[in-house]
């Protein structure tokens, strides 16, 4: 018991830091009157390429923070408690990968940022996890998934909020990564038990029923000899 809050207290204390962070970056921006969208990802350009490390971090303004930093941090703090050692690289390539195809196929007239990409890649990889494992404690937190963020898929489609200039592109990007990391890290966090029956030992034959010249005879019956070779039994 000690163990297991240990780590869940460690996995919110990480998933709290990064999140922290994001509030730093804009906490900056707002006191020093500046912008560091410049540090965003703008694709097929060079200048472009820091944006997959550090666009999670900038955000447009408190409203688009505060709409990431909730499910980012239920999300990462279950990865890092159920996942344990493996958490730090599944986080770090949902981030980069997701960074490194929207820098690739993105729309070039736009710089991208905010944490939505990393949001979709771990809801995809909790969720696909959940499924394909058939681990209960996994399936009970991919529907959890589902239920409180199955709108996010609406923000694969842009029409639908056609004021906003939505990255559609992080969240399809994300979202095809958390599936693919899903099934590289199958063999990582909590498994399916596999229960095995104890075979029932097979009645041992009684030695006086064993076929041996030593034998006692059945009963009721008469042993043959070298001239009768019958067994008669009454």
Known sequence: MKEEKRRLIASISISAAIIAVMWVVKAVEMIAN?????????????????????SPLIHADLAHLTANSAPFFVLAAALFYYYKSDAIRILIYSWLITGLWVWLFARGNG?????????????????????????????????????????LVWGFFPEFFPEKHISWESHL????????LAFFFKGS????????????????????????????PLPGATTSTADDNKLNIS
């Not at 498994?191 to 041996?212: H, I, N, R």
């Open 173 to 180: 990007m994300g979202f095809l990564a958390g599936t693919i």
């Open 34 to 54: 500046i912008s560091v969208a410049f540090l965003g990802i703008l694709p097929i350009q060079a200048r472009g390429i820091p944006g997959i490390l550090f």
């Open 189 to 216: 966090g909590p498994q399916p038990k596999v229960y095995v029956w104890p075979e029932e030992d097979e009645e041992e034959t009684p030695e006086w029923y064993k076929e041996d010249s030593t034998a006692p």
């Open 111 to 151: 710089v991208h940022i905010g944490a939505s990409g990393v949001v979709y890649a771990l809801a995809a990889f909790h969720f696909v996890s959940g499924v394909i494992r058939r681990e209960p404690r996994l399936m009970a937190f991919s529907l959890l998934v589902t239920f409180l963020y199955g709108s």
